[in-house]
């Protein structure tokens, strides 16, 4: 059974940074293309970033220039540096697959940016 546990969140003020970390147990992540989501509450979860096999890099918008995927591979952990932080950030972060079939989601680690 795959295990995913997310940390690295908390309370930062705005344009502070964190960076999450996602260990996969039960799996190999080499071997897959993995993403970071977040879900804020009353919204559908979405993609913020992504990363391939060969580490290319994808983001969605609102993120680009302020957050940075990675991966190592040896470590089955998945990293998301996220810098400049905005209040609009707050949310849980969870990582997965970025493709279908995604296994079971993990707890997510909450990031809560604030004055």
């Known amino acids: 059974q795959v295990q995913l546990v997310e940390s690295g969140g908390g309370l930062v003020q705005p344009g502070g940074s964190l960076r999450l970390s996602c260990v996969v147990s039960?799996?190999?992540?080499?071997?897959?293309?993995m993403g970071w989501y977040r879900q804020a509450p009353g919204k559908e979860r979405e993609l913020v970033a992504a990363i391939g096999t060969g580490g290319e890099t994808n983001y969605v918008d609102s993120v680009k220039g302020r957050f940075t995927i990675s991966r190592d591979n040896a470590k089955n952990t998945v990293y998301l540096q996220m810098n400049s932080l905005k209040p609009e950030d707050t949310t849980v972060y969870y990582c997965n697959k970025q493709w279908n079939p995604r296994w079971n989601w993990g707890q997510g680690t909450q990031v809560t940016v604030s004055s």
């Open positions: 039960g799996s190999m992540t080499r071997i897959y293309a």
